[in-house]
């Protein structure tokens, strides 16, 4: 196997692993959204099955989309899962904003080299 096997290799798993992360916060909300878990009076016992799931859950309670009630309940807050969204697409827009010089550079590279 060559190094660029590897490499697709890694990329692919690395999707796979974004898409399931992705699926499992999407299961999460839609749970809290169906049972209308929005304040504390309406909250609802959530316990993920997966470690996928209990990730992304903890990522949404530290990032305040997410409370927990006293009694171990949790729900949706509007306000803080906002936040969230906004804080996620600023850390997305951050990412291309690096990936996209590094990716021309290399093109740039690759077709001056062959030439």
């Known amino acids: ?15 796979l692993l974004v898409v ?3 699926g499992a916060e999407r299961r999460l ?5 169906s049972a209308s878990a929005v304040d504390p009076q309406t909250a609802i016992s959530l ?12 990522r949404l309670e530290r990032a305040g989309a997410v409370c927990r009630t006293a009694t171990g309940l949790r729900y949706l807050d509007a ?6 969204r906004q804080a996620r697409r600023l850390r ?9 010089p590094l990716l021309a550079l290399f093109a740039w590279y690759m ?5």
């Open 111 to 115: 077709a001056s080299r062959q030439a």
């Open 20 to 22: 399931a992360m992705i």
């Open 29 to 33: 909300l839609r749970r809290l959204r």
């Open 1 to 15: 196997m060559t190094r660029t096997d590897v490499l697709r290799l890694i990329g692919a798993l690395g999707w």
């Open 79 to 84: 306000a803080g899962f906002k936040k969230y």
């Open 47 to 58: 316990e993920p099955r997966g470690p996928l799931a209990r990730f992304r859950l903890g």
């Open 92 to 100: 997305a827009f951050k990412i291309l904003a690096v990936l996209l």
